[in-house]
C-alpha cells in the first residue's frame, strides 16, 4: 500500500498550493472554485490516511518491496470470468441512463431497467452456464 499511499500524499501535497494560488489570482472573490479545489484536497487527504493506515496493518506486497522480482507476485488474484458481455449492456444501460437525465425520465425509468436486469446477470453469471464456479 506504500505506492498507493504516496500517490495520494503527492496529490494532496499539488492541491494543496493550487488551492492559495488560485484563491490569490481570483482575490478570494470565487468562492466555488476555493471549495471544490479544497474538497478535492479533502478527498485526497482522506484516501491517502486510509491507504497509509490500511498499510501500516498488512503486510508487506511484493509491489512494496524495492527488491522484488517479477516472480514474487505470480499466482492466483481472484477468479475472473474468461468473457462476458455483461459489461458491455450495464455500460450500455447506464449511457441510456445517463441520456435520460438530459432528454426525460421515461427514458431514465427504461434505462435504469435495463441496468438491474444486467447487473443482476454480471452479479450471478458465475453460478451458471459454462464458466460456473
Request: aromatic letters at 22%.
Amino acid at each position: 500500500m506504500r505506492v498507493e499511499t504516496k500517490l495520494f500524499t503527492y496529490l494532496l501535497a499539488f492541491f494543496v498550493p493550487v488551492i492559495f494560488i488560485y484563491g490569490f489570482w481570483t482575490k478570494w472573490t470565487e468562492p466555488i472554485g476555493v471549495t471544490a479545489l479544497t474538497l478535492t484536497a479533502g478527498l485526497f487527504a482522506l484516501v491517502s490516511f486510509y491507504f497509509w493506515m490500511t498499510g501500516r496493518k498488512l503486510p508487506l506486497r511484493p509491489e512494496d518491496n524495492v527488491s522484488g522480482e517479477i516472480e514474487d507476485a505470480e499466482g492466483d488474484y481472484g477468479y475472473f470470468v474468461a468473457s462476458s458481455w455483461t459489461p458491455l449492456w450495464l455500460a450500455l444501460a447506464g449511457a441510456v441512463m445517463f441520456a435520460g437525465l438530459a432528454i426525460g425520465w421515461w427514458l431514465f425509468i427504461i434505462g435504469a431497467f435495463f441496468g438491474i436486469v444486467a447487473l443482476v446477470l454480471w452479479v450471478f453469471e458465475s453460478f451458471s452456464g459454462e464458466y460456473s464456479i
